[in-house]
């Protein structure tokens, strides 16, 4: 028997955007626990917005589970937050709202900026840099800095090691702003990696005096905001697809704009502007390999007739990738396939 550092980790009742607490508990296990070894654990709902002070019990229940290797025998625990009963999803549980469906596929490419002293990494302490060009993808101090590019390799290592489906990493268009992707199969897979991909980084940066800066238009002004682009497919789109059906999901979409919108992140009318490589947040377009429209068709969804995934990049890089990807099952539920 060893000793285990259970890492509950859970959303919080605060809005538009809920943030991630956790908290430790020590556990015996002969071996490194499977998620059904996990016991439900309780905590004080009244000081996360998730009840009053009279009741104030929530339960959290484990939904998935990754190692940590920066504590010895450590465990982080993806929790869904339950009512005191343990079976009703809290109203705050937007992971619960997701269609069960393990043959949908999610890969988000979360963007977001590292920030010190109230601005980007590498900003000067008064004024800009250079005007964007050569960071995106870019290399050399006087372009990434000094810290960014270890703390970005550090998250990544942790990220693999916990056994996070990364699919790679970029420096982006802004300065002091990077990209992680997480792709998963199966409607929850992705979404969990990625707000365990968000508690890895947030932690990790509070040893080089850096926070996470999520808002989707950090700094105003010719400045790239941050999105969450999010790519998509099921098993019907993948297989069958075919231009008919294609069309009457995007009439689907078009339809359900603006409750789309209304779970792709906060103050996403400062992105979607029409500029930077985004569609106006009024508008519904999508378009073959345009970087301009709502939803992305790539190029191998056309050749393969009408076959494969699609990306939607209206999502920002503070949305919950729970109701991001609970709208978009949601919608394309809708439409019927023959
Ligand atoms: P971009 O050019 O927008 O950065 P990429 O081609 O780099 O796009 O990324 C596309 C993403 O689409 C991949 O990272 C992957 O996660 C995701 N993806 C690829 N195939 C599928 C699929 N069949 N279903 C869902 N997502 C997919
Ligand atoms: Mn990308
Ligand atoms: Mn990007
Ligand atoms: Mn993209």
Known sequence: ?????????????????????????????????????????GFDGSSTKQ??????????????????????????????????????????????????????????EQE??????????????????????????????????DIARQIVEEHLDLCLDAGINHEGINAEVAKGQWEFQIFGKGSRTAADQVWMARYLLIRLCEKYCVDVEFHCKPIR??????????????KYLREVGGKEYFEKLMAQFQKNMDEHIAVYGPDNHLRLTGLHETQAIDKFTYGLADRGSSIRVPHSFVNAGYKGYLEDRRPNSQGDPYQIASRILKTISEVPTP
């Not at 550092?5 to 002969?30: A, H, M, Q």
């Not at 790239?224 to 497919?233: A, K, P, Q, R």
């Open 1 to 41: 028997m060893a000793k285990y550092k259970l890492e509950y980790i859970w959303l919080d009742g605060y809005t538009p955007v809920p943030n991630l607490r956790s908290k430790t508990t020590i556990k015996e296990f002969d071996s490194f626990p499977k998620l059904g070894d996990l016991p439900m654990w």
């Open 221 to 234: 002004g010719d400045w790239n905001g941050s999105g969450m682009h999010t790519n998509f497919s099921t």
């Open 51 to 108: 009840a009053e002070g009279r009741s104030s019990d929530c339960m959290l229940k484990p939904v998935a589970c990754f190692p940590d290797t920066t504590r010895k025998n450590g465990v982080l625990v993806m929790c869904e937050v339950m009512m005191p009963d343990g079976t009703t999803p809290h109203p705050s549980n937007t992971r619960a709202t997701i269609l069960d469906d393990p043959d949908a596929w999610f890969g988000f």
């Open 112 to 145: 977001y900026f590292l920030f010190q002293d109230g601005k980007p990494l590498g900003f000067p302490s008064d004024g800009f840099p250079n005007p964007q060009g050569e960071y995106y993808t870019g290399v050399g101090f006087k372009n990434v800095g």
